[in-house]
């Protein structure tokens, strides 16, 4: 009986590590690997607006970064940001494909299928994390 309930006490430990964390710049770089699937990463939450709402790498807002869904989770950023946390949510390469385009001079351009070169973007996204340890790539 014992045994039985500290099989239970961990069940929800190990149900919890089997979502990676992973870095801001792995899922930048390559955001087709993890597509659809659920993922942890620490970075720097530094706030939402009506344009837009990223987890950086680092307290810069132009290092690696990768966006978040407008959604009830900017109410949420608001409040803690700026402040390092980790999140988890789901990765959506979507805004990351790109297509060749012919110009008129018989080249091809990148563009962005969403408009432009745009990280990959989390949905049902939420903070695991507002005290993250630190880290020798985003501290």
Not at 1 to 9: E, Q, R, T
Not at 50 to 78: G, M, T
Not at 83 to 101: A, D, K, Q, S
Request: positive net charge; charged residues 25%.
């Amino acid at each position: 009986m014992i045994g039985a309930l500290l099989l239970l006490a961990q069940a929800p430990a190990a149900a919890a590590s089997a979502v990676p964390l992973l870095s801001v710049t792995e899922v930048m770089n390559h955001p087709g690997n993890y597509d659809g699937q659920r993922v942890r990463m620490t970075g720097w939450l530094l706030g939402c607006n009506r344009e837009r709402c990223v987890i950086n790498l680092r307290r810069d807002p132009y290092s690696d970064r990768v966006s978040i869904e407008r959604s009830a989770f900017d109410r949420q950023a608001r409040r803690v940001a700026p402040r390092r946390v980790t999140i988890e949510g789901r990765v959506n390469e979507r805004c990351f494909r790109t297509l060749f385009i012919e110009d008129d001079k018989g080249g091809s351009i990148l563009k962005g299928l969403c408009g432009g070169n745009r990280p990959p973007q989390l949905t049902e996204v939420e903070i695991v994390d507002l005290n993250p340890p630190p880290d020798s790539e985003g501290s």
